[in-house]
T-cell receptor, first 113, second 114 residues
Framework: SAVISQKPSRDICQRGTSLTIQCQVD?????MFWYRQQPGQSLTLIAT?????????ESGFVIDKFPISRPNLTFSTLTVSNMSPEDSSIYLC??????????FGSGTRLTVV | DAKTTQPPSMDCAEGRAANLPCNHS???????VYWYRQIHSQGPQYIIH???NNETNEMASLIITEDRKSSTLILPHATLRDTAVYYC???????????????FGEGTQLTVNP
């Protein structure tokens, strides 16, 4: 299955700043997915990133807050903008595997202070 | 995608079988049952999936009832490293279907005790 490299693995940021998270896949994939996992909770899909078109956002998530880039079939970035402590979460990217299920990155643990 | 119901937590003794139940009473005919797990501080990991037949792989077995309204994930010989949150997910299409995403419920926290 696909191997995902996600960076950074963790960061501590000041409120009001922005953080860009990178997701690199070792194979070309059509769809990339960005999830958020708030402390002690399950995963929530933020958006689906398509190469060559605008990302599709889930209810409750907007492009101004979580802009996404998808410049090619192996790479995507998620930016968390104008951060507040409520944005402290683990952010994960995911792709559909070659044969079985979906593969997830190891996540970015973000703490906003 | 159909909603699933899982117990919030379960305990299991090391070396014994862990049987994790999942109810999906509103499942549709084209919806598959997927199981993932998330070990603390890691991304979710695919375990197994099935449509209506029982499935087995090197990690686990999946038993789906005849009416498909519930399923059980079986870890035959649980180890301490199997301690994780286990998610049962129902979604349309098989793995070959592109564009679909996973909707995670709350899952079951399985704790394997020595």
């Amino acid at each position: 299955s696909a191997v995902i490299s996600q960076k950074p693995s963790r960061d501590i940021c000041q409120r009001g700043t922005s953080l860009t998270i990178q997701c690199q896949v070792d194979s070309q994939v059509t769809m990339m997915f960005w999830y958020r996992q708030q402390p002690g909770q399950s995963l929530t899909l933020i958006a689906t990133a398509n190469q060559g078109s605008e990302a599709t956002y889930e209810s409750g998530f907007v492009i101004d807050k979580f802009p996404i880039s998808r410049p090619n079939l192996t790479f995507s970035t998620l930016t968390v903008s104008n951060m507040s402590p409520e944005d402290s979460s683990i952010y994960l990217c995911s792709v559909k595997g070659t044969n079985y299920g979906y593969t997830f990155g190891s996540g970015t643990r973000l703490t906003v202070v | 995608d159909a909603k699933t119901t899982q117990p919030p937590s379960m305990d299991c003794a090391e070396g014994r079988a862990a049987n994790l139940p999942c109810n999906h009473s509103t499942i549709s005919g084209n919806e598959y049952v997927y199981w993932y797990r998330q070990i603390h501080s890691q991304g979710p990991q695919y375990i197994i999936h099935g449509l209506k037949n029982n499935e087995t792989n090197e990690m686990a077995s999946l038993i789906i009832t005849e009416d498909r309204k519930s399923s059980t994930l079986i870890l035959p010989h649980a180890t301490l490293r199997d301690t994780a949150v286990y998610y049962c997910i129902v979604r349309a299409g098989g793995v070959e279907t592109s564009g679909s995403r996973l909707t995670f419920g709350e899952g079951t926290q399985l704790t394997v005790n020595p």
